[in-house]
């Protein structure tokens, strides 16, 4: 069984920066895939960004430019860093891990609030 926990959320000013941090209990090499998924109250949980197993990464079209997901393999861990900050991005954001052939993975969720 693998765990993902994840922490960097916060209360953020709109304009400001936060990097979220998603610590795996097995090595990434493992996984096909990597990505940060977000949900809002009474909303779906939406893809935000992913990273694939090499190295090559996908945007939401609302975070392009904004955010960027990457992963520090010896450590185990994938970041997202998230600039420019807006109301907009205000939600529980959830990383996710999947092995080829098997379900995903699923951490707890940190809460990143936008707000003046």
């Known amino acids: 069984q693998v765990q993902l926990v994840e922490s960097g959320g916060d209360l953020v000013q709109p304009g400001g920066s936060l990097r979220l941090t998603c610590a795996a209990s097995?090595?990434?090499?493992?996984?096909?895939?990597m990505g940060w998924y977000r949900q809002a109250p009474g909303k779906q949980r939406d893809v935000v960004a992913q990273?694939?197993?090499?190295?090559?990464?996908t945007y939401a079209d609302s975070v392009k430019g904004r955010f960027t997901i990457s992963r520090d393999v010896p450590k185990n861990t994938v970041y997202l860093e998230m600039n420019s900050l807006e109301p907009a991005d205000t939600a529980v954001y959830y990383c996710?891990?999947?092995?080829?052939?098997?379900?995903?993975?699923w951490g707890q969720g940190t809460q990143v609030t936008v707000s003046s």
């Open positions: 097995a090595s990434i090499r493992d996984f096909y895939v």
């Open positions: 996710s891990a999947r092995r080829l052939g098997e379900n995903s993975y």
């Open positions: 990273v694939f197993e090499d190295g090559y990464s």
